[in-house]
């Protein structure tokens, strides 16, 4: 980045923040440039001596009976599991994009290995984690360092009795320890990576404290190091525009190490009063979070649901406002799980806290769980004949299932979100946002979506939203994920609906509001509009209607356009890469997945591009998973307008 981009990024940054927040980050940086003096002097955070670890707090706690089952019948997940864990004994791991990739002899804990960037270890204010080529993708270089895979192996050692997967664990961590002096390297630049790497130490080290390894391990070295990372955490929480699910994922992780390490009870109090604030502040009253990202409120709701277990396993208990407040999370996203996977809305980084038996293997069965955990436990155990991994692991709160039902039409007016639904011959649902652009004014996980839907028929993906892919590795590829021609809305004379300032930085936002919202037995129909576009020469405003017609098996979407003078008019539209797409006539596409066979009838004044896997515009392309794409299909229906005009497009399907 040239100093004339930095100094505009900073600019632009400064713009979006309030006098509180700049006091803040002066702090931040002072509290910063203290440690950078500290580190050099050779001085380092330590814990009192005579305080000693806690006895176990048994967060995990499946019964014997449980556990004796699962080694009898050995289902399918305990086979999976040990298969894992043998990969991670042997340093192999997957993430992102990267499959059993070698993490080496010992453990290289600085590496990106996807572009083979080592990042140095300079004291933390001189890490630039914003420069992939200089230091790395931090994102690549900070998941193995999260400690995942400490859980995998202690649930392993729980499962199988066999002590080298508790011997694992604390190998790996004391490899961590020995290669990462507090205050240098990439793996102490950001406090939200302190906080997850706390919760799976933590974590794993309860589930393996009945093994001969814990008995042998040098805990306090352990201690003393989660001394460190709680002592830097707890002086420069996140505040003002970066108070999003890093503030979250920061002070559980300071809870949980504070509470299980015995640190200083001021720690415990003021991280557990953030969590407090912090789940009514970044949540709306219909559950939805105030990011608008769906898979960073699943990455919250893991948090949440890390420290309300350790609160509950202590004397530390969440208030019933909090527990209120994180059933209504999980029923949202279970909400929209009922029609298929949740969807891409917004940034998201396949950003988890705890492996359970994932992640994203069961993702519906491992909501159903979390949403149980504060429940009077009065209910009657699941019946199924093989629970999965996830219910194993969280049993002790699962004392009922949450039967599915049939999908019905929903409303999540605080959030901007709207379920079209129906159960006839096939189950539809298609989510529609028109929602805020994101969370505070930079917005910064947002993308320029509004007014644009997904489609699920059978619980298959047909229209859908891309995704993300990356964040700093690639930003050209960032830029176009978060546009609005990826997104199945209408793009006018090739402009975004909200100016992009920075990866994670908006400029002017588009704010969109919903017209009218109607609820009938075949579905519904809703209409909205947006004000992004206003903001041209000629002012041009969007306004959209869908209706879904579930007795007859069609969706009507019509686009009204409303300007003055001359706009050229793309509606875009993506399909699943599962999908096969194909061109009818001059107006027709039909599209078939494995279940459904669907046809699209578009304006007949309007020329059709499809577009499959192009590097040259980008159209084409579906993020799977962070830094994993794959080609697929998208469709540009392009028309050229100087008055209001009005367009409709039909999806019927059998």
């Given at each position: 980045?040239?100093?004339?981009?930095?100094?505009?990024?900073?600019?632009?940054?400064?713009?979006?923040?309030?006098?509180?927040?700049?006091?803040?980050?002066?702090?931040?940086?002072?509290?910063?440039?203290?440690?950078?003096?500290?580190?050099?002097?050779?001085?380092?955070?330590?814990?009192?001596?005579?305080?000693?670890?806690?006895?176990?707090?048994?967060?995990?706690?499946?019964?014997?009976?449980?556990?004796?089952?699962?080694?009898?019948?050995?289902?399918?997940?305990?086979?999976?599991?040990?298969?894992?864990?043998?990969?991670?004994?042997?340093?192999?791991?997957?993430?992102?994009?990267?499959?059993?990739?070698?993490?080496?002899?010992?453990?290289?804990?600085?590496?990106?290995?996807?572009?083979?960037?080592?990042?140095?270890?300079?004291?933390?204010?001189?890490?630039?984690?914003?420069?992939?080529?200089?230091?790395?993708?931090?994102?690549?270089?900070?998941?193995?360092?999260?400690?995942?895979?400490?859980?995998?192996?202690?649930?392993?050692?729980?499962?199988?009795?066999?002590?080298?997967?508790?011997?694992?664990?604390?190998?790996?961590?004391?490899?961590?320890?020995?290669?990462?002096?507090?205050?240098?390297?990439?793996?102490?630049?950001?406090?939200?990576?302190?906080?997850?790497?706390?919760?799976?130490?933590?974590?794993?080290?309860?589930?393996?404290?009945?093994?001969?390894?814990?008995?042998?391990?040098?805990?306090?070295?352990?201690?003393?190091?989660?001394?460190?990372?709680?002592?830097?955490?707890?002086?420069?929480?996140?505040?003002?525009?970066?108070?999003?699910?890093?503030?979250?994922?920061?002070?559980?992780?300071?809870?949980?190490?504070?509470?299980?390490?015995?640190?200083?009870?001021e720690w415990v109090q003021e991280s557990?009063?953030?969590?407090?604030?912090?789940?009514?502040?970044?949540?709306?009253?219909?559950?939805?979070?105030?990011?608008?990202?769906?898979?960073?409120?699943?990455?919250?709701?893991?948090?949440?649901?890390?420290?309300?277990?350790?609160?509950?396993?202590s004397d530390q208990a969440f208030t019933?406002?909090?527990?209120?407040?994180?059933?209504?999370?999980?029923?949202?996203?279970?909400?929209?799980?009922?029609?298929?996977?949740?969807?891409?809305?917004?940034?998201?980084?396949?950003?988890?806290?705890?492996?359970?038996?994932?992640?994203?293997?069961?993702?519906?069965?491992?909501?159903?769980?979390?949403?149980?955990?504060?429940?009077?436990?009065?209910?009657?155990?699941?019946?199924?004949?093989?629970?999965?991994?996830?219910?194993?692991?969280?049993?002790?709160?699962?004392?009922?299932?949450?039967?599915?039902?049939?999908?019905?039409?929903?409303?999540?007016?605080?959030?901007?979100?709207?379920?079209?639904?129906?159960?006839?011959?096939?189950?539809?649902?298609?989510?529609?946002?028109?929602?805020?652009?994101?969370?505070?004014?930079?917005?910064?996980?947002?993308?320029?979506?509004?007014?644009?839907?997904?489609?699920?028929?059978?619980?298959?993906?047909?229209?859908?939203?891309?995704?993300?892919?990356?964040?700093?590795?690639?930003?050209?590829?960032?830029?176009?994920?978060?546009?609005?021609?990826?997104?199945?809305?209408?793009?006018?004379?090739?402009?975004?609906?909200?100016?992009?300032?920075?990866?994670?930085?908006?400029?002017?936002?588009?704010?969109?509001?919903?017209?009218?919202?109607?609820?009938?037995?075949?579905?519904?129909?809703?209409?909205?509009?947006?004000?992004?576009?206003?903001?041209?020469?000629?002012?041009?405003?969007?306004?959209?209607?869908?209706?879904?017609?579930?007795?007859?098996?069609?969706?009507?979407?019509?686009?009204?356009?409303?300007?003055?003078?001359?706009?050229?008019?793309?509606?875009?539209?993506?399909?699943?890469?599962?999908?096969?797409?194909?061109?009818?006539?001059?107006?027709?596409?039909?599209?078939?997945?494995?279940?459904?066979?669907?046809?699209?009838?578009?304006?007949?004044?309007?020329?059709?591009?499809?577009?499959?896997?192009?590097?040259?515009?980008?159209?084409?392309?579906?993020?799977?998973?962070?830094?994993?794409?794959?080609?697929?299909?998208?469709?540009?229906?392009?028309?050229?307008?100087?008055?209001?005009?009005?367009?409709?497009?039909?999806?019927?399907?059998?």
């Open positions: 980045m040239s100093i004339a981009a930095k100094l505009g990024w900073y600019y632009n940054r400064l713009k979006s923040m309030s006098a509180e927040e700049v006091v803040w980050r002066i702090k931040a940086q002072l509290h910063e440039l203290v440690s950078l003096i500290a580190v050099y002097s050779g001085w380092q955070p330590k814990t009192n001596p005579l305080v000693k670890t806690r006895a176990t707090l048994n967060l995990l706690e499946p019964s014997d009976q449980l556990l004796n089952e699962a080694r009898e019948s050995s289902p399918n997940w305990v086979q999976s599991l040990v298969l894992q864990a043998d990969q991670i004994i042997n340093h192999k791991l997957s993430y992102f994009n990267l499959q059993n990739v070698d993490l080496g002899r010992p453990i290289n804990w600085q590496l990106d290995r996807n572009i083979n960037v080592q990042a140095p270890m300079k004291p933390v204010m001189f890490v630039d984690y914003r420069q992939a080529t200089k230091f790395g993708d931090c994102k690549l270089v900070w998941e193995p360092n999260r400690h995942h895979q400490l859980l995998v192996l202690a649930r392993a050692f729980k499962i199988t009795n066999d002590e080298k997967y508790a011997k694992a664990v604390f190998e790996q961590i004391f490899s961590w320890i020995e290669q990462n002096p507090f205050g240098y390297g990439m793996n102490w630049r950001s406090p939200l990576e302190l906080g997850v790497r706390l919760v799976n130490w933590v974590w794993a080290i309860d589930l393996v404290s009945d093994s001969n390894a814990y008995k042998n391990a040098n805990l306090e070295a352990i201690r003393n190091s989660a001394y460190q990372h709680c002592y830097d955490i707890q002086g420069k929480y996140s505040q003002g525009t970066s108070a999003n699910n890093h503030l979250i994922g920061e002070a559980t992780g300071v809870f949980v190490a504070s509470i299980y390490f015995n640190f200083q009870d557990k009063n953030i969590l407090e604030h912090e789940i009514q502040a970044q949540s709306y009253p219909d559950g939805g979070s105030r990011e608008l990202a769906l898979g960073y409120q699943y990455f919250v709701l893991q948090f949440y649901m890390a420290a309300g277990i350790t609160g509950m396993k019933l406002k909090f527990q209120q407040t994180y059933k209504r999370m999980t029923h949202f996203l279970l909400a929209i799980a009922e029609g298929g996977d949740i969807p891409q809305f917004c940034d998201g980084d396949d950003g988890y806290v705890l492996n359970l038996g994932g992640p994203k293997l069961n993702r519906k069965a491992e909501l159903i769980a979390m949403s149980q955990i504060f429940e009077d436990k009065k209910g009657e155990k699941p019946g199924q004949e093989e629970i999965t991994e996830v219910e194993f692991w969280l049993n002790q709160f699962c004392n009922h299932s949450l039967k599915s039902s049939m999908l019905e039409s929903a409303a999540f007016p605080d959030s901007g979100y709207y379920l079209l639904q129906n159960t006839n011959s096939y189950n539809v649902s298609l989510m529609f946002d028109c929602g805020p652009l994101g969370y505070t004014n930079i917005a910064a996980h947002g993308h320029a979506d509004a007014l644009s839907f997904v489609l699920r028929i059978e619980g298959e993906n047909i229209l859908i939203d891309p995704g993300t892919y990356d964040y700093f590795t690639y930003p050209e590829w960032r830029s176009y994920f978060k546009s609005t021609q990826a997104h199945n809305t209408v793009e006018i004379d090739e402009l975004d609906q909200s100016v992009m300032k920075g990866l994670f930085l908006w400029d002017q936002h588009a704010e969109s509001s919903c017209d009218s919202w109607e609820v009938d037995s075949n579905g519904g129909k809703i209409t909205a509009h947006h004000d992004g576009y206003l903001r041209l020469s000629d002012p041009v405003l969007h306004t959209r209607t869908v209706e879904l017609d579930g007795a007859n098996s069609t969706i009507s979407v019509i686009d009204n356009i409303d300007c003055k003078k001359e706009h050229r008019v793309k509606m875009h539209y993506h399909y699943d890469h599962q999908c096969q797409v194909n061109l009818v006539d001059s107006h027709t596409l039909e599209i078939r997945s494995k279940r459904n066979a669907i046809t699209m009838i578009l304006p007949d004044e309007a020329k059709l591009t499809l577009t499959e896997g192009s590097d040259k515009t980008f159209l084409g392309h579906q993020s799977i998973g962070y830094h994993h794409k794959v080609a697929t299909t998208s469709l540009i229906c392009e028309l050229v307008i100087n008055q209001p005009a009005s367009f409709t497009t039909k999806i019927q399907w059998r």
